[in-house]
């Protein structure tokens, strides 16, 4: 690991000084699960570390408004385990705990997930392989290799990396926005405008300015939310990332007619990929396995199979299925 | 390697303050180091094992502030302050096992023995979170530590014996 300055963080705004004073390449340290070990293989390489790990204020959780208003400190199993999450968005508390392992979620904040870098092994690999994202104009490697674990949505000709998150997927599905603070801004952004897709600058993953911090997380309410699911499909039933996800969430009127849908995928995608058509395929239809299953296949309409991960499309499309049959459940209870 | 990096002087150490198993420790770190490194190598207390070195195995868990969490993914520098407990602090006040250790003897819950002081760090955790209503919890809640002999069958009767007689 290359020898860093590192900096003890107790206030937001010792954070969001130290980050603009700290020059080129500081990077910011919450739970660590993604910047250490990436430090370790020295894919992360930063010059200063700010540690907010004890910034207090970041960790709040306020479900008392008309949205859930998350704390970016907030750790994974916290949010995951609230009460009140776990009630009104399903979806939301599945998305983590269906994450990682117990003691990573321990230590993993919600706003640190959203920003986890890819789980491409070529680029985790280090120098032994081209990567575009780590070493922009080396090429990529994944396109013509290994690409079973890869993007069917988003790739350009430079990266198709997969984002390997579940809670950013989630909180897409229910139109979250992001509170962010810099040393001269203080803005609120969509989540939806957070992530981009790689085009021809695979190393530029996210909008965020370099010396901007993520402070909250807001989700409007809305009874999508009860009636939501994150359903995550992977090599192993539990602590793996996900070769195809859907969260998903319904609202269903009396005579069983679907009011609102809401459907984004996992595992598949550049970035955290939401279906608007797929959504829109459902409403004033009854949920059946018919309706449900043609939903999946529009949100798959424009999947793009490399060499090894073509399985994924029709793993999707049943993805997406069961997950609106689990959702149909919770939404009309 | 290092050396293919730009060279760069070590960093300053930092001072750290924490209690282990109840007893204070106070050690200049390296900000590079990890919470395990610092147990075993500085510390002296072995029991806490280095697998994966990426979070990825779970043979490293040790708990924080009574959480439990992979000591390879920890800063050092983060645990200024807070309480650590090993393995080396789970015995009873003679020195006997804790009922969770007897148990994985008593189920064949090891076999090289490796994962074990992980295994039982995170089933106390397990245990503690409430998280072993039924076996499928438990290996939901306990997947986050390998065991490449495959003791799982052994690790989850240890667990859903000792919690129900524990009252968890």
């Known amino acids: 690991m290359r020898p860093f300055a590192y900096t003890a963080a107790r206030t937001l705004g010792q954070a969001v000084e130290a980050l603009a004073d700290g020059g080129p390449g500081t990077k910011v340290l919450a739970g660590g699960t993604t910047l250490y070990d990436l430090m370790k293989l020295r894919i992360e390489n930063p010059p200063a570390v700010i540690d907010i790990s004890r910034v207090s204020e970041l960790t709040r959780i306020d479900t008392s408004g008309a949205e859930l208003v998350i704390g970016a400190g907030a750790r994974m199993a916290d949010v995951a385990e609230h009460p009140v999450v776990r009630r009104d968005y399903p979806a939301l508390s599945e998305s983590l705990w269906r994450a990682a392992s117990q003691q990573l979620r321990n230590m993993a904040t919600v706003g640190g997930n959203l920003l986890q870098r890819t789980r491409c092994s070529y680029f ?56 962010v603070v810099g040393p001269k801004t203080r803005r609120t952004i969509a989540l939806a405008d957070l992530h981009v897709e790689p085009g021809s600058t695979p190393q530029r993953e996210h909008t ?39 969260a998903v969430g319904l609202t269903i009127g009396r005579r069983g007619v679907i009011e609102q849908s809401r459907i984004a995928l996992g595992g598949v995608a550049t970035r955290p990929w939401r279906v608007p ?16 299953r043609r939903a999946g296949e529009v949100a798959f309409a424009g999947a793009k199979a490399g060499h090894h991960n ?9 993805t997406v299925t069961e997950a609106l049959m689990i959702a149909r459940t919770r939404a009309t209870r | ?60 868990t040790v708990h924080v502030d009574g959480r439990r969490v992979v000591s390879c993914l920890t800063a050092a520098v983060q645990v200024d302050g807070r309480a650590v407990t090993t393995i080396e602090g789970v015995e009873g006040p003679d020195g006997e096992l804790h009922p969770l250790q007897q148990a994985f003897i008593d189920h064949d819950a090891l076999q090289c023995g490796y994962c074990t002081p992980g295994q039982v760090m995170s089933g106390l955790a397990c245990m503690a979170e409430g998280h072993t209503r039924d076996d499928a919890e438990i290996r939901e809640y306990m997947s986050g530590n390998l065991c490449r002999c495959g003791a799982y069958a052994g690790i989850v009767a240890a667990i859903r014996e000792t919690a129900r007689r524990t009252g968890h």
């Open chain 1, 124 to 179: 985790r690999g280090g120098s032994a392989f081209p990567c575009n994202k780590r070493e922009p104009g080396s090429g990529c490697s994944a396109i013509d290799g290994i690409d079973r674990h890869h993007a069917l949505f988003g790739g350009s000709q430079s990266c198709i990396a997969t984002y390997p998150g579940d809670w950013a997927v989630a909180l897409l599905a229910f139109d979250a926005k992001l509170d």
């Open chain 1, 208 to 246: 965020l300015a370099a010396d901007e911090i993520i402070v909250r997380i807001r989700v409007p309410k809305t009874a999508a939310g009860r009636g939501s699911t994150y359903l995550k499909i992977r090599d192993r039933e539990s602590y793996a990332f996900a070769l195809t996800s859907a």
């Open chain 1, 277 to 292: 058509a797929a959504e829109q395929s459902l409403i004033g239809e009854q949920l059946t396995e018919a309706t449900a």
């Open chain 1, 310 to 318: 073509g399985f994924r499309i029709e793993l999707g499309i049943r």
């Open chain 2, 1 to 60: 390697m290092d050396n293919a990096l730009p060279a760069a002087s070590a960093p300053a150490a930092v001072d750290l303050a924490f209690t282990v198993n109840g007893s204070p420790a106070k050690v200049a770190v390296d900000p590079r180091e990890s919470l395990l490194d610092v147990l075993r190598e500085r510390l002296d207390l072995t029991g806490t094992k280095k697998g994966c070195d990426h979070g990825q195995c779970g043979a490293c």
